[in-house]
Every structure is written in structure tokens, then in C-alpha cells.
């Protein structure tokens, strides 16, 4: 099912809302459960005997981008990552002690920063001691987020070598003057020239990252990156709408504003994209995301298997994913965990010998039934009622009452279709299915101010 673009529609319903990459959102995330509660559910997942997804986070880049509103610590002098990845090495002997050993690694992933800051020999370290500590099935996702700046020969080969099947790799814009604006510059034929590096070591993936909202742009110069990069032809393709924040960001100041586009010049963008990428046969699996038909994210749609985690869109559903590295959240059956921010604290709480979460959030029945409902919304284009009154022995149409009514609009926009024995989302309503999931938000229901960047 295609997506279809309606303007007015846009217009309409684009206001701030949840990216829903968990439920409820990290924004319901809290203090009081801290490291102690980390250890006694993570006691207790072992009852469950699920399989593992580790996500761990490297901060380091050598630059700035200006657009950025990751987590990163910048340097030009090697070295200091050196103490940051002992203390990563401690952390995983903090956590793994508690995780039953037969618990096998299905999902793996290292983001940043820049992951590809590290040298080929502390790639292969790395990697080395994270199979001595857990063990990686030998068929398991095995992801990584590169910079192709720095990307050199040995570092494809070390990854290649260690077990990486998958790579990630920033494009977000290929015109001169966009790169130039916010410090990122990396002509075509350098990222033609990685990628075909990338297919001769022969990973099963390639996802390239895009941003639409940066200065300079507009649809006709976007159209050209856009075209270039299907000519590139990854298996997956993120475009994601720029939020400027400079007053969380306070470099983003740096960006010239009176060159940014206007949001009518970014719905003409995002309207490209969509019917680009499209026509030229990638499916749109929602939110940012396109992947080709064949591509597992797609057939999990397909489905309706398709889930969502702190890593975005996912095959593996029931999988539990455990952060390490400073920021990094963890995301357990019934809770969720986020370590310290700042590398400050959280090389405190390693070196004092404590596993470094600071705060978290333990779902409720009500939570359970919620995510359920908006997982499915959001990756699976629908929800059945059935399935939600088997897994949690409920009656839909009563309990949830309220939002049924008030999904009625959405109805009548065409955006829904509100059946006898599901909700379907329409392809004009794919555009605008955090819309629909806000609905189902008990969270967001109550709370006066949202801090969220718009759906649109």
C-alpha cells in the first residue's frame, strides 16, 4: 500500500507528538528506578528465556555536525576513547553477571558519535570482548553506524571480519553548498566510492541516511540527492526531517536561519521524497523509513510482525535490548533503563564499581495493552481486535470507548477505517500514523505541555 500525500491533511494534524520508538516514551522515564530495580528485572527476564539485542554507544566524532542533536564528544586527538571502552568493558562484567548464559545475542548494534572513530584494532578489541561476555548466534543482525569522512580499507575489513553484516552510513545531503552550511562535507564520489567498497566486502545491508530542513535546501536541489542516491541503490533509506532546536543544541546557532526552509518549501521536499523513492520501488514502511520489497523490514510488514525499539523499526519483536555506553537505554519486557548522559557520570559510577542506569520506567497492565495497540498502529498499518482481546483478555470496543470515538474525525478525514473487527490505517493516513497512535496515549492525555518534535 502506497502512501498518499494530502497537504491539507498535513496541515491539519501536524503538531508535536511521540516517535513512539517505545511506549510509553522516554519522556515518562524517572528517577526512582535506578540501578537496583535494573538488576532485579534483569534477574527476573532470565524466567523468560528470551534472546538479546545489545546496542552500545560511542560518542566520539572528529567534527561537528551542526545539524546534529546526538549525544557526541568531539576530539581530533586519539587517545581519549581509549578509557572510555575499558569502562564499556566493565560495564558489560557489571550487567552480564546477571544474564543466564544460554541467552544467545540475536541483534547487535553500535551507534555514535562515530563508531568508525575507533582504529581497526580497537574494532576487532571491542568486538572480541563482547563474545567473550555474551554469546553472538551465529545468524544474529549484526549492525553499524559509519561516517564515510573517515572510513578507510582496513576499517571495512576489520568490521567485515569481526561479524558486522550490516552498515549505516550518513549521507544527508549531496549538495555543496547544504554540506557546506552545516559542516559536513563529503562530495558524491566519495560516498559512490564507500559504497562500492562496502558491496565488494559483501554486507547483506546497506542503509543511508538523509535530513530534509537544512539550510539551503529546497525541492528541486533535494531531487538531485534524491536521484543520486537511487542511483547508489541501498537496501534502505532513512530521510528525517530536521529539528531545529538551538536552544537545547546551542550549536545549531552556528546555522545561517534565514537559510533554512519554510515548512511549506519542507512539505513540497518530504512530498518528493516520498513519491521518488517510491517510484522507484522502495516501500515505505513508515515514519522516515523506505526498504526494498525484498528487504526484511518490508516482508515484516507484510506480515504484520513489524515492531519498534529504541533503534527504530525491527524484525525482532520480544527480543530485549541492553544499552551500554554513556546515554545508552535499555529496554527490558515489562521496563526500560537509561544510563547516565554525561561522560562524567557515567565513568563515576563504572569506576565506583555500580552498573551506571539513572533512571527508568516499569510498565503497568494498562501500558502492556497500550503498547500493543500503538506498536501495531505504528509498524503494522493497523490493529486487530481480536489479537488484543486474546493476549490480554479484554473487550476492545469497551475498553478503549473513548478513543474509538474520538478516532471518528480521522474516520471522516479518511486517514482510518474503523471496521467491525480492526482499525486499518488508509494510504493518507500512513503520513500521519503517530497521529493515529496519540490517540491510544494515556500518558500524553495528561499531561498540559508536550516537548516532542511535530509528526510532520
Not at 15 to 32: D, I, K, V
Not at 279 to 295: C, E, L, N, T
Not at 328 to 339: E, K, P
Request: a negative charge; aromatic letters at 12%.
Amino acid at each position: 500500500m502506497k502512501a498518499e500525500f494530502n497537504k491539507e491533511l498535513i496541515k491539519k494534524y501536524d503538531r508535536p507528538g511521540p516517535r513512539y520508538t517505545s511506549y510509553p516514551p522516554a519522556t515518562e522515564f524517572n528517577e526512582r528506578f535506578g540501578a537496583e530495580e535494573y538488576i532485579k528485572r534483569l534477574i527476573k527476564s532470565n524466567e523468560r528465556k528470551t534472546p538479546l539485542s545489545l546496542y552500545f554507544h560511542i560518542p566520539f566524532c572528529e567534527q561537528r555536525c551542526l545539524y546534529c542533536g546526538c549525544n557526541v564528544i568531539i576530539s581530533h586527538r586519539k587517545g581519549i576513547e581509549e578509557p572510555y571502552l575499558e569502562r564499556v568493558y566493565k560495564e558489560m562484567d557489571l550487567v552480564s553477571q546477571y544474564i543466564d548464559k544460554d541467552r544467545k545475542v540475536i541483534q547487535l548494534h553500535w551507534g555514535g558519535g562515530t563508531p568508525n572513530y575507533l582504529s581497526p584494532e580497537q574494532i576487532k578489541k571491542f568486538f572480541g570482548e563482547i563474545e567473550k561476555r555474551f554469546p553472538i548466534d551465529e545468524n544474529a543482525e549484526i549492525s553499524i553506524e559509519l561516517d564515510p569522512r573517515y572510513l578507510t580499507d582496513e576499517q571495512i575489513k576489520a568490521i567485515k571480519e569481526v561479524g558486522f553484516n550490516r552498515v549505516s552510513m550518513g549521507i544527508q545531503d549531496l549538495n555543496p553548498k547544504v554540506q557546506q552550511a552545516v559542516n559536513r562535507v563529503q562530495p558524491y564520489e566519495l560516498i559512490k566510492e564507500k559504497m562500492e567498497k562496502l558491496r565488494e566486502a559483501g554486507f547483506e545491508s546497506i542503509n543511508v541516511d538523509l535530513i530534509y530542513g537544512l539550510p539551503y535546501q529546497t525541492k528541486e536541489s533535494f531531487e538531485e540527492t534524491v536521484e543520486k542516491v537511487i542511483e547508489l541503490n541501498p537496501d534502505r533509506i532513512a530521510t528525517y526531517s530536521f529539528a531545529y532546536i538551538p536552544q537545547i543544541k546551542p550549536h545549531q546557532q552556528l546555522l545561517p536561519k534565514e537559510a533554512l526552509p519554510s515548512a511549506e518549501e519542507k512539505l513540497r521536499i518530504l512530498e518528493m521524497v516520498i513519491e521518488r523513492f517510491q517510484s522507484a520501488g522502495y516501500v515505505y514502511i513508515g515514519m522516515d523509513h523506505f526498504a526494498k520489497p525484498h528487504d526484511e523490514l518490508a516482508v515484516a510488514q507484510r506480515k504484520g510482525e513489524l515492531w519498534r525499539n529504541f533503534q527504530g523499526y525491527t524484525t525482532k519483536k520480544g527480543v530485549e535490548l541492553l544499552g551500554f555506553g554513556a546515554t545508552s537505554i535499555g529496554m527490558l519486557y515489562d521496563s526500560y533503563f537509561q544510563n547516565w548522559k554525561t561522560l562524567r557520570d557515567y565513568n563515576k559510577t563504572v569506576d565506583e564499581g555500580r552498573i551506571p542506569v539513572f533512571r527508568g520506567y516499569v510498565l503497568n497492565e494498562d501500558d502492556f495493552i497500550r503498547r500493543e495497540v500503538i506498536m501495531d498502529i505504528m509498524c503494522n498499518l493497523g490493529v486487530e481486535f481480536g489479537k488484543i482481546e486474546k493476549m490480554f483478555s479484554i473487550n476492545f470496543k469497551e475498553y478503549f470507548e473513548r478513543e474509538l470515538e474520538e478516532l471518528r474525525e480521522m474516520e471522516e478525514d479518511g486517514l482510518i477505517k474503523i471496521e467491525e473487527d480492526r482499525i486499518r490505517i488508509l494510504p493518507v493516513g500512513r503520513l500521519l500514523i503517530r497521529n493515529v497512535a496519540m490517540v491510544f496515549d494515556a500518558h500524553l492525555r495528561k499531561k498540559k505541555e508536550v516537548s516532542f518534535s511535530k509528526t510532520i
